[in-house]
């Protein structure tokens, strides 16, 4: 069964550098949440849409935004890079049941990113 | 969202079955209580979901009291490749997405 994609896999960085990473859900998913993974902590969730429209936000910087396209592909833009931002971004996507909390979210296989 | 609590760690031996037990004592009539698997650089991966009582699958089962202030995630006779960190998350579509919060998970090491 086809699953989340992300590229690039990994990325490497230079502080104050910008970073694009690319999320393709599952297909007939039109929901993609943004989460991010320090080194041995925790998924935290950044940013989700729906239907191309931003629907939730968590504890993502300022520097970073995203968006989501009329093919439900989402980008996750980060500016500014730190070297806090070095972390592990995962894209998870569900299918949209009219807000029922039984969607499920798919995680793809994530983006190391470092930042040197 | 609820926020959830789960022992650190776990140790367990191959063939054994392990219980996982998270408590969830703020989880609101509308949650869903949803566990995940995480190995070491992958993305979580989904396990099992329960809104009440038993719900069993392939690979779990989980165990909600009629109270729901916790659940338990029961893994059958587990082997090597089990050893992963194990997710408790519980959420609901308040703001129109199904948002998970992720606390600390219970880190599994499965024994030969």
């Known amino acids: 069964a086809a699953g989340v994609i992300q590229s690039p896999r990994h990325l490497i960085k230079e502080k104050r550098e910008t970073a694009t990473l690319k999320c393709y859900p599952i297909?007939?998913?039109?929901?993609v949440y943004w989460y991010q993974q320090g080194p041995g902590q925790d998924p935290q969730f950044l940013i989700s849409?729906?239907?191309?429209?931003?629907?939730d936000k968590g504890s993502i910087p300022d520097r970073f935004s995203a968006q989501q396209f009329s093919d439900y592909h989402s980008e996750l833009n980060m500016s500014s890079l730190e070297l806090g931002d070095s972390a592990l971004y995962f894209c998870?996507?569900?299918?949209?049941?009219?807000?029922?909390?039984?969607?499920?979210?798919?995680f793809g296989p994530g983006t190391r990113l470092t930042v040197l | 969202l609820a926020k959830t609590t789960q022992p650190i760690s776990m140790d367990s031996y191959e063939g054994q079955e392990v219980n996982i037990t998270c408590s969830h004592n703020?989880?609101?009539?509308?949650?869903?209580i949803t566990w995940y698997q995480q190995f070491p650089s992958q993305g979580p991966r989904f396990i099992i979901q329960?809104?009440?009582t038993k719900v069993t699958n392939e690979v779990a089962s989980l165990f909600i009291p009629a109270d729901r202030k916790s659940s338990t995630l029961s893994l059958p006779r587990v082997s090597l490749s089990d050893t992963a960190v194990y997710y408790c998350?519980?959420?609901?579509?308040?703001?129109?997405?199904?948002?998970?919060?992720f606390g600390t998970g219970t880190r599994l090491k499965v024994l030969a």
């Open positions: 998870a996507s569900s299918p949209r049941r009219g807000g029922i909390a039984t969607d499920t979210q798919y």
């Open positions: 297909p007939r998913h039109d929901t």
């Open positions: 849409f729906y239907e191309k429209m931003q629907s």
């Open positions: 703020n989880i609101a009539t509308n949650d869903y």
């Open positions: 329960g809104y009440k």
């Open positions: 998350l519980v959420g609901s579509t308040t703001s129109g997405t199904y948002k998970y919060i």
